[in-house]
């Protein structure tokens, strides 16, 4: 038995790859193939549009795929949504689409747009935004690169951004916030109630899980001499206990715990004022809680 599983095909597959690679699955895909390879025999991908993803997934041409919160919600997909990937092409930040126009517009809320014209890829969810909101607009369907399309061809747009470096080259403002959006792992609702597909499918959510945890995350060693062993627990953060474990010297003992890796720059110095020596800083590949 294979699990069908839909990869985002387009910016979000570099950074997919990676983290299926963090968690033991190694994908490589020739140039323009649609079908990847993978060292699991239990698995089948597939590389498709994120668009499109929930809409096959839905539909049980696959059994579960990898696409944002925002293409779920465009699509209306009726999956189930295994696990929140906080993941993005640059950063671990999540996606917000957003309605935007230039700079100096009139428009300063949704309310301003009665009756004018808007450009998307994401039409459902932006007719669906101004339904309730009691707005008229016209809505069309744009093939990308909508920021260059106002004051021209649309009053506004909506799209997603994750860094806004693109809005603030094309001098748009954003004017609103649609949704907010991270990779979903999603799956279809028969293939869920199969035993099999779906303890594969915990697996992998499991594992991608870890595999993100650990990226903001990094392993401390150090030795230290059991009279300075206080003054160096009194630097370490109190929300973990580190490991501590008898050396060969009995004077001496080992410390060991895992930090955010934002906070070892500062903690390095202080551990070794406070006597710790032998500190040795390491990536972790997953931290399952």
């Given at each position: 038995?294979?699990?069908?599983?839909?990869?985002?095909?387009?910016?979000?597959?570099?950074?997919?790859?990676?983290?299926?690679?963090?968690?033991g699955f190694d994908f490589h895909v020739s140039t323009r193939s649609y079908e990847p390879t993978v060292d699991d025999p239990e698995l089948e991908p597939w590389l498709i549009r994120p668009q499109e993803i929930p809409r096959?997934?839905?539909?049980?041409?696959?059994d579960v795929g990898i696409s944002g919160k925002d293409w779920i919600e465009d699509n209306g997909a009726d999956v189930i949504e295994v696990a929140?990937?906080?993941?993005?092409?640059?950063?671990?930040?999540?996606?917000?689409?957003?309605?935007?126009?230039?700079?100096?517009?009139?428009?300063e809320s949704v309310k301003d747009l009665q009756g004018k014209r808007i450009a998307t890829e994401y039409v459902r969810l932006t007719e669906r935004y101004l339904q309730q909101h009691g707005v008229q607009a016209s809505v069309e369907f744009s093939w990308g690169a909508c920021e260059v399309k106002v004051p021209v061809l649309a009053d506004a747009i909506v799209v997603n951004t994750e860094t806004g470096s693109s809005l603030r080259a094309h001098n748009l403002?954003?004017?609103?916030?649609l949704l907010v959006s991270t990779p979903r792992l999603i799956a279809n609702k028969e293939a869920w109630q199969d035993a099999?597909?779906?303890?594969?499918?915990?697996?992998?959510?499991?594992?991608?899980?870890?595999?993100?945890?650990a990226g903001a995350l990094v392993g401390l060693k150090m030795n230290v001499e059991r009279a300075n062993l206080q003054a160096v627990l009194g630097v370490l953060?109190?929300?973990k206990n580190p490991t501590i474990s008898p050396l060969s010297d009995e004077n001496w003992v080992a410390v060991e715990t895992i930090l955010e890796q934002k906070q070892v720059r500062d903690l390095i110095p202080?551990?070794?004022?406070?006597?710790?020596?032998?500190?040795?800083?390491?990536?972790?590949?997953?931290?399952?809680?």
């Open positions: 038995m294979k699990l069908k599983i839909g990869l985002p095909k387009g910016s979000l597959q570099e950074a997919t790859f990676d983290l299926f690679k963090k968690a096959y997934v839905q539909d049980g041409i696959l929140d990937l906080t993941y993005s092409k640059v950063t671990r930040n999540p996606v917000r689409v957003v309605l935007a126009v230039q700079e100096g517009s009139p428009i403002r954003i004017v609103d916030t099999w597909k779906r303890e594969k499918t915990e697996n992998i959510a499991m594992l991608l899980t870890a595999a993100l945890n953060p109190a929300l202080q551990l070794k004022r406070a006597g710790a020596q032998g500190l040795v800083e390491y990536p972790l590949n997953k931290v399952i809680y």
